[in-house]
Structure formats: structure tokens, C-alpha cells
């Protein structure tokens, strides 16, 4: 089946510092890729709507120069959290659509605990 | 504000018996739902999904049941076995080719052999 990857699986990082999550599809093509977070005992939480070769779409109330997006590509989306804080500290994982598949057809990757120290 | 509401957070069952997994939603607009497994260090699986139509999707042992009026929707999996020891979450969508997905907190389910 579909595989979508994500990379590193996980991250420990200071304070300020810059995180790069990278989300491939690894057979397939996705124009549009969704990046999640998952809090402690959360639901996921839909954070943007990446779409390749425009600006991704954010959710009310995510910052968008603190989490840029770039989908370079049609089979890889990054997430970089820059000047990561404590609070960053959580579960992102993005999913990916194959283009022309039904709605269930929706992939998602392993993905990424980041932990700022 | 929860729009899908999984108020179940674990779930203990005896193999061989029915599973069966709540959740409840507030917004009307929905107009389908899936249910998704996931294992520890993986992503969440696509298990099955229901439109707002139907009131009923079965495949297999999982059995997904819609009660639109009461906007509630249950996953019965039966029987239960190992194996299906997981989370899982209930999502809800709008919109045809609409691909975001509204997530619950999820249920960990125990299946006991």
C-alpha cells in the first residue's frame, strides 16, 4: 500500500532553535499534504493545508511565520517550527491525500515528536 | 471547542466478545465519518468510513452504525480479537473531495485473550 514517511521521527532541541519535519510520499503524488499536532491525551489537530507550488492554508489561531511550510514538491511537504519553545513540544504528523483518490484514501505518516528542552 | 467527542478514553474487552466504540459530534456539517486505528510509532490507519446517507457500513468484523439525529456514531468490531488492541480515533469531514478531517481524542482499546 501508499506509504507516506516522515523524518526524524523524533527531535530534542534547545530553546530558539530551528526544526525541519520533512513528509514524503513515497508512491505516490499528493498535491496537498495536512500537517497535524497531537498534544498529551489530545485529538490530532489540523494545523495547514499544504499545497504544492502555492502558500499553505493555516488554521485560525497557528502562526504562520512560526510554522513555515514548504511543498516543494508533489511528493515531499516540510514543516519547520523556527525558534522552537517548550510549549512546541509535540506529536506532528502530516497525511497525504493521493491525487484523484477518494477521501478515505488518505495516508498518514509515523510522525515526529519534537521535545524542546 | 471538541467537535468530535470520543468521551471514552480506554476500553477493556474479553476476546471473542463485541467491541464496541463511541463518539459523538456537534457539527451538523459533517457529512461523512472515518474510523481510524494507529499503533504505538505509527500513523493512524483508514478502517472504515460511513456518509451521512447511511445509517449503517459493515465490512467484515467492523460494523460502523450513524445515528444523525442523536449525532452519534459507533464502531462495534465483532468478534474481537488481539490484534485489534489500538487506538482509535473517530474523524469527521465536509464536503465532497474535502480532505480535512476533524479528530477525536481517541479510545484505547484492550482486547484481553
Known amino acids: 500500500g501508499a506509504v507516506v514517511s516522515q523524518h526524524p521521527s523524533w527531535v530534542i532541541c534547545k530553546s530558539g532553535t530551528s526544526v525541519k519535519i520533512e513528509c514524503r510520499s513515497l508512491?505516490?503524488?499528493?498535491?496537498?499534504m495536512f500537517w497535524y499536532r497531537q498534544f498529551p491525551k489530545q485529538s490530532l489537530m489540523l494545523m495547514a493545508t499544504?499545497?504544492?507550488?502555492?502558500?499553505?492554508?493555516?488554521e485560525q489561531g497557528v502562526e504562520k511565520d512560526k510554522f513555515l511550510i514548504n511543498h516543494a514538491s508533489l511528493t515531499l511537504s516540510t514543516l519547520t517550527v523556527t525558534s522552537a519553545h517548550p510549549e512546541d513540544s509535540s506529536f506532528y504528523i502530516c497525511?497525504?491525500?493521493?491525487?484523484?483518490?477518494?477521501?478515505?484514501?488518505?495516508?498518514f505518516g509515523p510522525g515526529t515528536r519534537l521535545l524542546v528542552l | 471547542d471538541q467537535q468530535v467527542k470520543q468521551n471514552s478514553p480506554s476500553l477493556s474487552v474479553q476476546e471473542g466478545r463485541i467491541s464496541i466504540l463511541n463518539c459523538d459530534y456537534t457539527n451538523s456539517m459533517f457529512d461523512y465519518f472515518l474510523w481510524y486505528k494507529k499503533y504505538p510509532a505509527e500513523g493512524p490507519t483508514f478502517l472504515i468510513s460511513?456518509?451521512?446517507?447511511?445509517d449503517k457500513n459493515e465490512d467484515g468484523r467492523f460494523t460502523v452504525f450513524l445515528n444523525k439525529s442523536a449525532k452519534h456514531l459507533s464502531l462495534h468490531i465483532v468478534p474481537s480479537q488481539p490484534g485489534d488492541s489500538a487506538v482509535y480515533f473517530c474523524?469527521?469531514?465536509?464536503?465532497?473531495?474535502?480532505?480535512?478531517?476533524?479528530f477525536g481524542k481517541g479510545t484505547k482499546l484492550s482486547v484481553i485473550p
Open positions: 508512491d505516490f503524488q499528493a498535491t496537498t
Open positions: 497525511s497525504a491525500p493521493p491525487r484523484g483518490r477518494t477521501q478515505e484514501t488518505q495516508y
Open positions: 474523524a469527521a469531514g465536509m464536503g465532497a473531495g474535502s480532505y480535512q478531517l476533524t
Open positions: 460511513i456518509s451521512s446517507i447511511k
Open positions: 499544504s499545497n504544492e507550488g502555492s502558500k499553505a492554508t493555516y
